[in-house]
């Protein structure tokens, strides 16, 4: 049989180079890898003992396919706590991690055909969900203005397009791969724009609990008709492969998206979502000891990072340090990243996988030992590489 | 926002009649439920007690998203002794359960418009994937050839739809809902036709280890270039809510759904996929304790139906059994199953749910003392019903 037949779309979609490059490198005994966006945390003591639990009580069987429901339950309380959300149990729907949420999300709101703006960089699994559904992508730099999407960039784009049928947008709040986190002011000075052109907001807030010195402002509260939340457990409680995700959205959309996350997953594992309702019952306070480590992280790799020579952002969230690379190296992400891991055993993830070849991006999701390693050997790197430049 | 706007696939696709009326169902508390498909054992021991050491491990960070490399070496190892399967690790990707399996698939193969043919009654989620996905549907009724597909009805179907761009071929086998299981010689009348004429089979075996009185034959031994199985321990081991399905194809394709697979959920839960590992490496034998009560409760059922009154057609494997409603109760079989659920609170699925509405769908996959129960409800209805009739 010929693949060249098959689904175009799939053909024409590249596999994730982060995961493909971080794969690669892993083959390296000596790497020191700060590459993908995983907590070097374990999962809390007392969540893991309610999976034990629930193995042990023989929790096997299928979940009702929108999840368990004293899960969304406590997902309606727990967000409603956290950001305000306003979303009742029987406007979430449980999903495989928040990469299910949005595949299912992308894959109910929009038709073949469609655009939908991207503010990049970007992490990229949002521009393969839209070649996959045969999407147009319209793609907004935001370096220039601090990596926010401002409503003058979203207007220009309407005007440049005016054949496109503009859709959607994807906004990710805290930011990865850049660590930005949008104020309330900045979210509301968007959120007008959006509403007058009937735009659908596909709004990733996974990382909303990791903000520093400011507290995550969910544009859903503005436009609650028109957005769709994105949540899960993985960076909040460490649960990245335990793969619990939430959808929030209007009702009427849910209904929608629920087929589709039955037909493409029927549900998530059982014993995890039972863990899950642990996690979000008791565990209000899971992440601050992250945070606290967390901040401590991002401003040391932010202060090593200037010395070393990089334009860094200020992040005021996530765990990642976006940084652009000194001009006197004369190097793309990918030349960087290479001879970093090559040369000196440190594993970042190159910008022009989030679509900025100018960056890297730090992932401090990681030991303080591994963080001051990579800091020396990225100094020593821009040393040595810059010297034999001249 | 208006929701007619959003993908017409979506808005066309019904959600599951069998999950919503199991659950609607479930709600009376006397209910007796021989609906889904979910075995009425536990996981075996020894699986659960590598999923409590995943946890104590903190086996919690993504797996690679193929699926852990060891996994995928006992999947290939372990379907190789069952079944002949000639797959090896790199030609294998773990999915969240058959269901994504079989989404992904689906996705991969086909693009919008083409063609693929669904031998009916069939498992609800095929029909709704190709809806989804914006494919035509081509519907050959079996019940006249024993619930078997022939070649003479593959070659029919091609020649009543010349216009259509027939692509693939959805194979279920051992079957759902009817309990049919191919011969070998089937499979090998079956193969030229398909082979002929260039069509793909996604050939769902997840009921092979289900098998009465004849090993099951996989139809990828004798089209191995055009063939994706798909398989998992839903029904082998049990594990149902604990979500692990396995994708198995030619190289080629394996590298594409790959993509598909990543971008849809990104890998499934770490701790199910190191109790899989237990699972095919030293559970070789645990359906056999499972397929011998699955066998005398088959022929307790069978029996049963056929003293009742309804046609039984032999069911060779799975754990279900397809009966057809006894004409003299003139009811499809959402009156039969509704009536049977109201007054005698014993819930079965309907055969519309499958496409064919004189049938109704017992799951054996039940303790003997429901199914005695329900036998005595379903005698005794034939019985008040034949005679408020008369």
Redesign the interface.
């Known amino acids: 049989?010929e693949?060249d037949?098959?689904?175009?779309?799939?053909?024409n979609?590249?596999?994730?180079a982060m995961?493909k490059f971080d794969?690669d490198i892993s083959s390296d005994p000596q790497i020191v890898k700060l590459t993908?966006g995983?907590p070097n945390f374990?999962?809390p003591e007392h969540i893991?003992k309610a999976?034990?639990e629930a193995?042990?009580k023989?929790?096997?069987?299928?979940?009702?396919?929108w999840g368990v429901e004293e899960l969304r339950e406590a997902a309606s309380n727990y967000y409603r706590d956290k950001f305000g959300y306003h979303y009742t149990k029987d406007q979430i729907v449980v999903t495989?991690?928040a990469?299910?949420a949005l595949?299912s999300t992308v894959?109910?709101?929009?038709?073949?055909g469609d655009a939908v703006i991207l503010p990049t960089p970007a992490y990229p699994?949002y521009n393969?969900?839209l070649t996959?559904n045969?999407l147009k992508t319209i793609l907004i730099d935001t370096s220039d203005s601090g990596f926010v999407l401002t409503p003058e960039k979203v207007q220009q784009a309407i005007s440049d397009y005016p054949d496109y049928n503009i859709?959607g947008l994807i906004l990710t709040d805290p930011n990865n791969p850049t660590g930005v986190a949008y104020t309330q002011e900045q979210i509301e000075n968007l959120a007008p724009v959006l509403k007058d052109n009937?735009i659908?907001v596909i709004s990733d807030e996974i990382y909303g609990e990791l903000t520093y010195g400011q507290a995550h402002y969910s544009i859903s509260k503005l436009l609650p008709?028109?957005t769709i939340v994105i949540n899960g457990l993985s960076k909040s409680h460490?649960?990245?492969?335990?793969?619990i995700g939430f959808v929030f959205g209007?009702t009427?959309?849910i209904d929608?998206?629920?087929?589709?996350h039955?037909?493409?997953?029927?549900?998530?594992?059982?014993?995890?979502q039972y863990a899950s309702i642990e996690a979000l019952t008791n565990g209000q306070n899971d992440a601050a000891a992250m945070r606290k480590e967390y901040l401590k992280r991002r401003d040391f790799v932010a202060k090593e990072m200037k010395e070393a020579g990089f334009d860094v952002v200020h992040p005021g969230g996530a765990f990642y340090v976006f940084a652009k690379i000194p001009a006197g190296l004369h190097m793309d992400s990918w030349d960087f990243v290479k001879t970093l891991a090559k040369e000196y055993h440190i594993g970042l993830m190159p910008g022009d996988a989030f679509g900025d070849n100018a960056y890297i991006r730090i992932s401090y999701a990681a030991s303080d030992e591994a963080l001051s390693t990579a800091m020396k050997a990225i100094k020593q790197m821009v040393k040595d590489k810059t010297k034999e430049k001249v």
Chains 1, 2 share one sequence.
């Not at 037949?5 to 053909?11: G, K, M």
């Not at 979609?13 to 994730?16: G, L, N, Q, T």
């Not at 460490?238 to 793969?243: D, I, L, N, Y």
């Open positions: 049989m693949l037949e098959i689904n175009p779309n799939v053909l979609v590249k596999p994730s995961r794969h993908l995983e374990n999962v893991k999976a034990h193995i042990d023989n929790e096997s069987h299928y979940a009702y396919y495989v991690g990469t299910e595949s894959k109910t709101l929009f038709k073949p699994l393969a969900l996959l045969d859709k009937g659908w008709d028109q460490a649960m990245t492969g335990w793969r209007p009427g959309f929608q998206i629920a087929k589709v039955q037909f493409t997953v029927t549900t998530p594992t059982s014993i995890v």
